[in-house]
C-alpha cells in the first residue's frame, strides 16, 4: 500500500475514533448528571469560550474553530488546507516509484561492478532516531494532548449544540494535523534520510510548515488587530474595565469608609467622655442622696426626740400643778391670792405648752410672801371671815 492510501484511511479511521469516544464520553456524562440542571450562564458559557481558546491557543488561526465567526472558520479551513497540501507533497517523494522521476527517495546500497557484494553507505544510526522521535515529542506534543483536552471538553452535556460542535471540530482538527505531521516526517525521513544530520534537518522542515498557521496568524493580526480579536478576548477586556471601574468603586467607598471610621471615632470619644461627665454627675448625686437620707434621719430623730420632751414636759406641768394645788390648800391665803392661784391653774390646765413647775413654785412663792407682807391681822381677819 502507498503512502498516501494509507494516510487516508488513518485519518478516516481516526475520525471514526474520535467521534466514537466523543459519543461514549457524551454519554458518560449525562449519565453522570442526569437529574441535575443542565443550565448554563453566560459567564459560565464564557470561561468554556476562554478555556477552549486556550487549549487550541490563541495565537493560532485554529483558534477560529473554537468562535462562531463565519470568516474566521474560513480562514482556518484554509490554512488547515495548506498545511495538508503541503506535507502531502512529502508523502508523495516519499513513494518508492522507480518511473517517478519526481521521488526524493535516497538509495544508499551500493553494488561494485567487480564484487558480488553490495553495501549500505548511509550515515543514519539509532542516535538519528532517537533524536528525531524527541524532536517531534517536544514540538508537538503540547499541540497533541491540547487536541485531545478539546475533544474531551466538548462531550460535556451543559454545551449546547453550537458550541459542542465547535469544540470537537477544533480539537479534532488540532490532533489530526498533529499526527498527520509525525507520520509524514516519518516516512520522509525513512525514505531520504542518510544520516544523522540529515533527518534532523527533515525534521525541522516539517516542524516548520506545522508553525504557518501562527505566522498567518501574526501577519493578519499585524495588518488589523481587530480581525484577530476574539469574542472570548472582547468579554474579558469588558470583564476588564468593569473590574477597573468597580475597584474605583470600591477604593471611593474605602475612603467613605475610613472617613466614617474617623467621625465614629470622634463620637464614641465625645460619647466617652459624655459618660465619664454622666458616672460624675452619678456619684454626685448619690452622695447628696446619702447626705439628705442623713439629714431625714437626724430630722426624724430630733422630732423623736422633741416629741418625747414635750411629751415629759406635760408630765412634770401635771405633777408640778398638782404639787401647787396640795401646797395652796395647805397654805391660808387672801381671796385675791386664791383668785390669783385659781387663774394659774386654769392657765396651767387649758395651754399645751404651759410653764414649767418650777415657774409655778416661783409664783406661788411671790404670793406667799406678798400674804406674809401683809401681817398677822390679815391672817386673822381673814379666819375671822371664814
Known amino acids: 500500500m502507498k503512502y498516501g492510501t494509507f494516510a487516508a484511511v488513518l485519518f478516516a479511521c481516526f475520525i471514526v475514533f474520535c467521534c466514537i469516544i466523543g459519543l461514549f464520553l457524551y454519554h458518560f456524562d449525562k449519565r453522570k448528571k442526569r437529574g441535575n440542571s443542565v443550565r448554563m450562564s453566560a459567564e459560565r458559557r464564557l470561561e468554556d469560550d476562554k478555556y477552549a481558546l486556550s487549549r487550541i491557543g490563541k495565537d493560532s488561526l485554529y483558534s477560529f474553530f473554537v468562535t462562531d465567526i463565519p470568516y474566521g472558520w474560513l480562514v482556518a479551513f484554509a490554512t488547515l488546507g495548506i498545511q495538508v497540501a503541503i506535507l502531502v507533497f512529502f508523502v508523495m517523494a516519499s513513494e518508492a516509484n522507480l518511473q517517478d522521476d519526481r521521488i526524493d527517495i535516497q538509495f544508499t546500497w551500493q553494488c561494485p561492478r567487480d564484487s558480488d ?24 506534543a503540547k499541540d497533541g494532548i491540547n487536541g485531545c483536552r478539546l475533544l474531551y471538553h466538548s462531550s460535556r452535556v451543559r454545551h449546547p449544540l453550537t458550541s459542542r460542535l465547535r469544540y470537537f ?112 454627675q452619678r456619684k454626685d448625686l448619690r452622695m447628696l442622696r446619702e447626705a439628705v437620707e442623713k439629714i431625714q434621719e437626724s430630722q426624724t430623730v430630733a422630732a423623736v426626740a422633741s416629741a418625747s420632751d414635750s411629751e415629759s414636759a406635760e408630765c412634770e406641768d401635771n405633777t408640778g400643778a398638782q404639787q401647787v394645788e396640795e401646797q395652796v390648800d395647805q397654805i391660808t391665803m387672801p381671796s385675791e391670792a386664791e383668785q390669783k392661784i385659781q387663774e394659774l391653774n386654769a392657765a396651767a390646765s387649758t395651754s399645751s405648752n404651759t410653764t414649767s413647775a418650777c415657774t409655778a413654785h416661783e409664783s406661788i412663792t411671790t404670793h406667799a410672801a406678798e400674804s406674809e407682807d401683809t401681817g398677822p391681822g390679815t391672817d386673822a381677819g381673814g379666819r375671822n371671815n371664814e
Open 117 to 140: 557484494v553490495c553495501r549500505d553507505t548511509a550515515d543514519l544510526t539509532d542516535v538519528g532516531w532517537v533524536i528525531f522521535f524527541l524532536l517531534m515529542f517536544a514540538f508537538l
Open 169 to 280: 471540530i477544533g480539537g479534532m482538527c488540532l490532533c489530526s494535523i498533529t499526527l498527520f505531521a509525525l507520520y509524514v516526517s516519518t516516512v520522509y525521513n525513512k525514505a531520504i534520510a542518510t544520516s544523522n544530520t540529515a533527518i534532523i534537518a527533515n525534521s525541522v522542515i516539517v516542524l516548520f510548515i506545522m508553525e504557518i498557521d501562527e505566522y498567518i496568524f501574526s501577519a493578519v493580526d499585524a495588518i488589523n488587530d481587530k480581525w484577530t480579536e476574539h469574542a472570548a478576548d472582547k468579554e474579558v477586556s469588558k470583564m476588564k474595565k468593569e473590574i477597573a471601574r468597580q475597584r474605583a468603586q470600591i477604593e471611593l467607598a474605602d475612603k467613605e469608609v475610613s472617613k466614617m471610621k474617623d467621625e465614629i471615632a470622634r463620637q464614641r470619644a465625645q460619647i466617652e467622655s459624655q459618660q465619664e461627665e454622666i458616672d460624675n
